[in-house]
């Protein structure tokens, strides 16, 4: 599936039907989430990251980009991939990495270390940097941080959105944002919106009637995983 039809799932979905992407950390989730009959996967950084022996944003980008190829390499579905800041590449060298690996999208969060906010019109700019020299061939997930390390203000929020829309990605994802507020962010923000779930169905349709157009799950789900595998070695033990 290429990066057009994997933006064709993000439009004309009925409220209370959002997309339902699965965050694989290695290219053995990734074929279960597959053979569930998901049609897309996006890798959660933090995930990937518990899966290599890391903490959250302390991958090496070779690293990163290894995994995700692996991913991809193990499924049919399309997989966009959590690319966190970028790593400090140049937009051209950023976009050819992530084409190389397979990814058809990624996310891009405004962030500095997961704990100071870029300016938002510098970031803008930067994404506009990477969707010109993308074009079509990435779908581009725009990360908004503002409910993880900012104060928390919906208006923040709306217009960060508003100039990263601008600036040309296709989705706004403010990621931890209460579900209460979630109505005012989408009356703001025009075009898909990305929203964080637990792994209940309850959740993920609540999340939709409310307007989000795409629901992942952070490392949650590969942090459920471990907790099992954690009952697992509890039990042989025993």
Request: hydrophobic fraction near 50%; include cysteine; aromatic fraction near 6%.
């Amino acid at each position: 599936m290429t990066a057009a039809a994997f933006r064709a799932l993000h439009h004309d979905r009925a409220a209370g039907d959002p997309l339902v992407l699965p965050g694989p950390w290695d290219a053995g989730s990734a074929r279960v989430f597959a053979d569930a009959g998901f049609p897309a996967l996006a890798t959660p950084s933090a995930g990937v990251a518990a899966a290599l022996g890391y903490e959250d944003g302390a991958t090496p980008p070779d690293e990163m980009f290894a995994a995700v190829a692996r991913i991809v390499r193990a499924v049919s579905v399309p997989v966009s991939a959590d690319v966190e800041g970028g790593y400090g590449l140049a937009p051209a060298e950023l976009v050819g990495r992530l084409l190389d690996a397979g990814a058809v999208g990624c996310n891009l969060e405004d962030s500095q270390g997961h704990t100071t906010l870029k300016d938002p019109r510098q970031h803008a700019d930067w994404l506009a940097e990477v969707r010109a020299e993308a074009g079509d061939a990435l779908f581009i997930n725009a990360r908004v941080d503002t409910f993880l390390v900012g104060a928390g203000d919906p208006a923040d929020a709306v217009a960060r959105a508003r100039l990263y829309v601008a600036a040309g990605a296709d989705c706004v994802y403010p990621i931890l944002a209460p579900a209460q507020v979630l109505p005012e962010l989408r009356e703001g923000i025009t075009g898909p919106l990305n929203m964080v779930a637990g792994p209940d169905r309850e959740t993920i349709a609540d999340l939709g009637r409310r307007g989000a157009t795409r629901i992942t799950f952070g490392p949650g789900l590969q942090r459920q995983a471990m907790a099992a595998v954690g009952d697992l070695a509890a039990a042989l033990r025993a």
